[in-house]
Nanobody, 127 residues
Framework: VQLQASGGGLVQAGGSLTLSCAAS????????MGWFRQAPGKEREFVAA????????YYVDSVKGRFTISRDNAKNTVYLQMNSLKPEDTAVYYC?????????????????????WGQGTQVTVSS
């Protein structure tokens, strides 16, 4: 699977952005998808995940209520709608495709569960 992330940019605090991640190659619908981010000087962290069908989602606490992950399997694309952006959301955002390691959930949370990564798109939120 090849992943291409787009949609990043510069936005003022309180603004919105929508990131897109287009997939090509193997069947997109077979993969759980996720978004991660890496701020300058920090480790990459999990942001949001979505199951194969889109029925299940999961978010890191810091973005709950502000970010929404979704997918369109007909378009081989996963999205991250980001509202009420804060300066601390500034980071390079990466999309990833993988499979959950635990039987009781249908989304993947850990970096080790993701096999394919996009190149990243920069999001900068000014105060």
């Amino acid at each position: 699977v090849q992943l291409q992330a787009s949609g990043g940019g510069l936005v003022q605090a309180g603004g919105s952005l929508t990131l897109s991640c287009a997939a090509s190659g193997r069947a997109f619908r077979n993969y759980a998808m996720g978004w991660f981010r890496q701020a300058p000087g920090k480790e990459r962290e999990f942001v949001a995940a979505i199951s194969w069908t889109g029925a299940s989602t999961y978010y890191v606490d810091s973005v709950k209520g502000r970010f929404t992950i979704s997918r369109d399997n007909a378009k081989n694309t996963v999205y991250l709608q980001m509202n009420s952006l804060k300066p601390e959301d500034t980071a390079v955002y990466y999309c990833a495709a993988g499979s959950p390691a635990d039987y009781y959930r249908d989304y993947a949370l850990r970096e080790s569960e993701y096999d394919y990564w996009g190149q990243g798109t920069q999001v900068t939120v000014s105060s």
